[in-house]
Nanobody, 116 residues
Framework: QVQLVESGGGLVQAGGSLRLSCAAS????????MGWYRQAPGKQRELVAT???????DYTDSVKGRFTISRDNAKNTVYLEMNSLKPEDTAVYYC??????????WGQGTQVTVSS
């Protein structure tokens, strides 16, 4: 099993920044990618950013140039640096990990609220 614990959410004004952290523990040796998802009220959960074991990153179009996913292997932690935040970025953000094709492991979520 893999345990994921997010932190770093909060309330920020539009144009501000936040950094989310996701600490992984357990049987993490075979994780092949990690990602950040978000879910806004009344909307489907969407994939925001991913980072593969090899370090390849990918982003949904709406956050390109504003968000950066990174990782610290020594700390088993993945980060999501969010800059130039917009009210439409308001959502619960979830960290996820996968060993196969699908994201099977999820954190509890952290709320990000961007005020206008």
């Amino acid at each position: 099993q893999v345990q994921l614990v997010e932190s770093g959410g909060g309330l920020v004004q539009a144009g501000g920044s936040l950094r989310l952290s996701c600490a992984a523990s357990g049987s993490i040796f075979s994780i092949n990618a990690m990602g950040w998802y978000r879910q806004a009220p009344g909307k489907q959960r969407e994939l925001v950013a991913t980072i593969s074991r090899g370090g390849r990153t990918d982003y949904t179009d709406s956050v390109k140039g504003r968000f950066t996913i990174s990782r610290d292997n020594a700390k088993n932690t993945v980060y999501l640096e969010m800059n130039s935040l917009k009210p439409e970025d308001t959502a619960v953000y979830y960290c996820a990990a996968k060993k196969g094709r699908l994201y099977d492991y999820w954190g509890q979520g952290t709320q990000v609220t961007v005020s206008s």
